[in-house]
């Protein structure tokens, strides 16, 4: 059973250009988090989706970033226009079901904003 | 604001020695999630405390949660190499599903 896939694993934007990260979940999860975790620091929550919902956006921020998590295919963490501080590593992870399962984390996306 | 604090931040240890990281969080949770993380890989779930008084072991580690005291304990017993890595603590606030709120980790390194 495959573990949560991201792609991909290093990414390296211009400023100003858009970047797309790629998230399979787990075979059999249905519920998608993305999280952003900066050098020397805990991971900050920014989305949960399930398929074609956003659930909880509260970590997004209003401007640049989008989310969504298609019918068929992988999630997509899309930000715009990126600026140097959007450089990060970008982690997605899946659960089965909404009850106090613990996150499956994929081995995340390095973003670097030059 | 809502935060979960992890002492110390940085550890090392020699091999064989026993040490203790904590995690303090600032409002009321019954479920606390301990993940380890080596160095430019993702995260690994460790433990799952969902209630006061809950302690988990597997191999070195021992977990554990006091609600009460909004604290929780990872003990490490006679440490080795293999246990380097960082070890973050992530507490459930009661909001959505999956909105974890991540202390900034404690990076242990174990020498021989």
């Known amino acids: 059973n495959a573990g949560v896939m991201q792609n991909p694993r290093h990414l390296v934007r211009r400023r100003g250009q858009e970047a797309r990260l790629r998230c399979s979940p787990m075979k059999g999860h249905s519920h998608v988090y993305w999280y952003r975790q900066l050098p020397e620091e805990g991971l900050k929550f920014m989305v949960y989706l399930q398929k074609e919902n956003i659930i909880d956006e509260s970590g997004m921020p209003k401007e640049r970033f989008s989310a969504e998590f298609p019918k068929e295919g992988p999630s997509i963490l899309r930000i715009q226009q990126v600026v140097r501080g959007d450089s990060a590593a970008y982690f997605c992870?899946?659960?089965?079901?909404?009850?106090?399962?613990?996150?499956?984390f994929g081995n995340g996306t390095r973003l670097t904003v030059t | 604001e809502l935060k979960v604090e992890q002492n110390p931040l940085f550890l090392s240890m020699q091999e064989g020695k026993n040490y203790t990281i904590y995690c303090n969080y600032s409002?009321?949770?019954?479920?606390l999630y301990w993940y380890r993380q080596d160095p430019g890989k993702s995260l690994e779930s460790l433990f799952v405390l969902l209630s006061n008084g809950a302690v988990k072991q597997e191999g070195r580690l021992m977990a554990s949660l006091d609600t009460k005291a909004r604290l929780s304990t990872l003990h490490i017993t006679a440490a080795v190499h293999d246990l380097s890595a960082t070890y973050f603590c992530?507490?459930?606030?009661?909001?959505?599903?999956?909105?974890?709120?991540f202390g900034k980790g404690t990076k242990l390194s174990v020498k021989p």
């Open positions: 992870a899946s659960s089965p079901f909404a009850v106090a399962s613990p996150l499956h």
């Open positions: 409002t009321t949770s019954d479920r």
């Open positions: 992530a507490v459930d606030m009661g909001g959505s599903q999956g909105n974890l709120i």
